[in-house]
């Protein structure tokens, strides 16, 4: 069935990059993009290697003037291939990604690129004034400090496009920040949630892939398996909100339903929900401060609907709990007691290492909680001072994490 487009008069049209755009993030904002091409524009796309995909894209919106391939060898094979209009200009590498995002003809960079690759463009895009759409979570939770002092300075919009933090600004927006008591990250549970424990020693990628309500990347979903995901999750809402670790709690939804819930001092509740599908959230974001019709069927109350919660078990989901216990490492970034902490830089750099060799058949499910343990283990945990803290903490991190993998391989 052909997307529904809109054409509801809107003030203006938003200029977009896109960074991740050949990624599942990438997809569905293709589609917000397409719904309303009165009010968005796409000018600039991004991956790093599947040109042949971002070809496809730039023919489908020739308003697209710039792309950039970060893999050198890929760049060069698509320059060869002339696959890209006359007029289009091709920039290359981790500089061409920071080039893109600083283009004059761009309003918003919506950053959907998987990992810590895309802090530089971010950053970039945030020194040119470009309003951030943000569904990367791992650049905050590797230097969320820095990330969020440079939007401040500034005074860029920092859009969370992540769903659950999507759905925490919805329920932000209004409230009296003084009242907040606490939030709840909603958490599927993942492919495992209700194996029993003894089968998590022989779990393979292709079951950890099998997400039960969500089409994602395989990165974030084998996070969504081991609950890593909840737990760099509650770090980015940390930076987002300006949350005390105290205040960033999860539940178990299996519905993916409800996305958040903000408590307030009085014991009311305040929650977002859609069903689970990324359209919602990048059309917010996209569309912000603006709403308009969704691309996708919304909830039918003519149908029943049961929204169940759980308390999270975290001896079987043991990544959420080391994830309590790095957030605690940094006492309260955003508030008086402290200023924050490499533990989580450790935290990611090292599940990204072990997820990968996971996925690559060369460690098994379980001992990815146990690289990431012991590489947190190995490092000492320091106020970073600045960026160039962070990522020394992060490449030492790699490091570890990779040999210790080498030493637990399958
Ligand atoms: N998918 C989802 O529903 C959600 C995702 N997120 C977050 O959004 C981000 C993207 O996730 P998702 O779309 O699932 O991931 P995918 O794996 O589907 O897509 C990843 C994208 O990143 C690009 N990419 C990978 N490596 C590089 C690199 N070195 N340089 C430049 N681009 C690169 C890929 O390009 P190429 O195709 O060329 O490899 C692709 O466009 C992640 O941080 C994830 O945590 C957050 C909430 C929900
Ligand atoms: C869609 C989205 O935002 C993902 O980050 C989602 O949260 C993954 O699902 P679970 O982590 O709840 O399994
Ligand atoms: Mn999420």
């Known amino acids: 069935m052909a997307a529904p487009t809109h054409t509801t008069p809107f003030a203006s049209r938003k200029r977009i990059v896109l960074l991740g755009a050949t990624g599942s993030i990438g997809e569905s904002a293709l589609r917000v993009i397409a719904a309303y091409p009165d009010r968005l524009e796409l000018v600039g796309i991004a991956a790093g290697r599947n040109w042949q995909k971002l070809a496809q894209i730039a023919q489908r919106h020739p308003s697209v003037r710039h792309v950039a391939i970060h893999d050198e060898a890929a760049f060069r094979d698509a320059r060869a291939s002339a696959a890209f209009a006359a007029g289009t200009t091709v920039h290359a590498g981790l500089g061409g990604l920071c080039e893109l995002a600083q283009i004059a003809e761009a309003d918003l960079v919506l950053v959907a690129i998987v990992g810590t690759t895309a802090l530089e463009p971010t950053l970039a895009a945030i020194a040119a004034g470009k309003t951030i759409a943000l569904a990367s979570k791992e650049i905050l939770v590797l230097a969320g400090k820095f990330v969020m002092a440079a939007a401040r300075a500034r005074g860029v919009a920092l859009l969370p496009v992540d769903s659950e933090h999507n759905a925490l600004f919805q329920c932000l927006e209004r409230g009296n920040p003084a009242g907040l008591k606490r939030i709840f990250l909603t958490a599927s549970g993942g492919a495992f949630r209700d194996l029993p424990v003894e089968a998590l020693a022989h779990v393979t990628p292709a079951d950890a892939l099998k997400h039960p309500n969500w089409a994602m990347g395989a990165k974030i979903t084998v996070d969504s398996a081991t609950l890593a995901n909840k737990g760099l999750e509650l770090?980015?809402?940390?930076?987002?909100?300006?949350?005390?670790?105290?205040?960033?709690?999860?539940?178990?939804?299996?519905?993916?339903?409800?996305?958040?819930?903000?408590?307030?001092?009085?014991?009311?509740?305040?929650?977002?929900?859609?069903?689970?599908?990324?359209?919602?959230?990048?059309?917010?974001?996209?569309?912000?401060?603006?709403?308009?019709?969704?691309?996708?069927?919304?909830?039918?109350?003519?149908?029943?609907?049961?929204?169940?919660?759980?308390?999270?078990?975290?001896?079987?989901?043991?990544?959420?709990?080391?994830?309590?216990?790095?957030?605690r490492a940094g006492g309260d970034p955003c508030?008086?007691?402290?200023?924050?902490?490499?533990?989580?830089?450790?935290?990611?750099?090292?599940?990204?290492?072990?997820?990968?060799?996971?996925?690559?058949?060369?460690?098994?499910?379980?001992?990815?909680?146990?690289?990431?343990?012991?590489?947190?283990?190995?490092?000492?945990?320091?106020?970073?001072?600045?960026?160039?803290?962070?990522?020394?903490?992060d490449a030492q991190a790699r490091q570890i994490a990779t040999d210790l993998a080498a030493k637990t391989a399958k």
């Open 235 to 327: 770090i980015e809402a940390q930076w987002l909100f300006g949350l005390a670790p105290q205040q960033c709690q999860a539940v178990l939804h299996p519905q993916s339903i409800v996305h958040c819930l903000v408590e307030y001092a009085d014991g009311s509740l305040l929650a977002q929900l859609c069903p689970p599908s990324m359209t919602f959230p990048i059309q917010h974001a996209l569309l912000y401060p603006e709403r308009a019709p969704g691309v996708e069927p919304t909830l039918d109350f003519a149908q029943t609907l049961s929204l169940d919660f759980r308390p999270i078990d975290l001896d079987r989901f043991p990544m959420l709990r080391l994830a309590h216990e790095v957030m």
């Open 335 to 393: 508030g008086s007691t402290g200023g924050g902490s490499t533990a989580p830089a450790i935290y990611n750099a090292a599940n990204e290492v072990a997820v990968a060799a996971f996925l690559a058949g060369k460690l098994p499910f379980l001992a990815i909680a146990e690289v990431v343990d012991k590489t947190l283990q190995r490092l000492p945990h320091t106020e970073p001072r600045d960026l160039a803290d962070v990522l020394a903490t």
